[in-house]
């Protein structure tokens, strides 16, 4: 028997899916206090949090902090450096320095988005930044499914967890090689894709997370790390596959935020894409 549960968190709509012959509780409540925790230690919009300690200043050890800034490390290497967590100052300069429901105003400003490698330290457990500040939002929700796929597997075989298009599978669906699982097209459209899926899959967009800037204009969550600005792309939507959550989701951006070029980087790399563009028309690496 299947049982759903969806709740709040990080700012998105987080749904569990179980397969499991009585109610699942602990399954449930376990992911709830996962995600809360993550949010204590990665949330930019809670002062106390991890992570803002950090940007104030201060060095933080803590395990899975350093394990998920290592993981931001890699991420900026093999996008090239087109995921960088280091664009936050330009992101809350475009207006999104608030929960996004609260989001108003900001003018997007070509700024020098400094490199990872050279702001953030990890030293063992202990990290330290020498210059700018960090976010790590989007690679921690990926993250996070992740980490509630490897807690709850062990008893429960069968399940997903969806974090805002963020998901990952273990298991079957009533018995099919996988999970039942649709990419959402054009706004009144036929999905972009319907299949199954084995493994973990992210989508970013452009679509969703837009404002109206301060002169007037429209500006976007995704930024450009070489201009510091709102990424201009050829895609308004892109979807990576990959065996780990956060792993697609850095893809995904990366590919967003870069195009056809970063689109065959990411399929070299043995990573399966698919992005739709402004006209509709979805294409496939």
């Given at each position: 028997m299947q049982h759903h549960e969806s709740f709040r968190a990080m700012d998105t709509e987080i749904d569990l899916i179980v397969e499991s012959a009585s109610i699942p509780l602990e399954a449930?409540?376990?992911?709830?206090?996962?995600?809360?925790?993550?949010?204590?230690?990665?949330?930019?919009?809670?002062?106390?949090?991890?992570?803002?300690r950090l940007n104030a200043g201060e060095a933080v050890t803590d395990a899975l902090f350093a394990a998920a800034c290592r993981l931001a490390l890699e991420a900026n290497g093999f996008s090239g450096g087109l995921y960088n967590p280091m664009v936050l100052p330009a992101l809350?300069?475009?207006?999104?320095?608030?929960?996004?429901?609260?989001?108003?105003?900001?003018?997007?400003?070509?700024?020098?988005?400094?490199r990872a490698s050279d702001c953030l330290?990890?030293?063992?457990?202990?990290?330290?930044?020498?210059?700018?500040?960090l976010d790590l939002g989007g690679i921690v929700k990926g993250w996070t499914v992740d980490l509630g796929i490897e807690l709850l597997q062990v008893r429960y075989p069968n399940m997903v967890i969806n974090a805002g298009g963020d998901a990952r599978c273990a298991g079957r669906d009533d018995g099919q090689d996988g999970w039942e699982?649709?990419?959402e097209g054009e706004p009144g459209s036929a999905p972009a894709w319907q299949g199954l899926l084995?493994?973990?899959?992210?989508?970013?967009?452009?679509?969703?997370?837009?404002?109206?800037t301060a002169a007037?204009?429209?500006?976007?969550?995704?930024?450009?790390?070489?201009?510091g600005v709102p990424a201009e792309s050829p895609f308004v939507q892109v979807s990576v596959w990959a065996p780990e959550t956060w792993r697609a989701e850095c893809w995904a951006k990366a590919v967003l935020i870069g195009g056809e070029d970063e689109a065959r980087r990411a399929a070299k790399a043995g990573y399966a894409v698919l992005a739709v563009g402004s006209d509709g028309g979805v294409r496939e690496w």
């Open positions: 449930g409540i376990s992911l709830r206090l996962l995600f809360e925790q993550q949010e204590q230690r990665f949330s930019r919009f809670r002062a106390t949090s991890l992570l803002s809350e300069q475009a207006g999104y320095a608030t929960t996004f429901r609260d989001v108003t105003g900001g003018e997007p400003v070509a700024t020098d988005v400094p330290v990890v030293e063992g457990d202990r990290v330290t930044l020498r210059d700018g500040a699982m649709e990419i084995r493994g973990a899959l992210a989508t970013s967009s452009t679509r969703k997370r837009r404002w109206r007037g204009g429209e500006a976007h969550h995704l930024i450009d790390p070489r201009t």
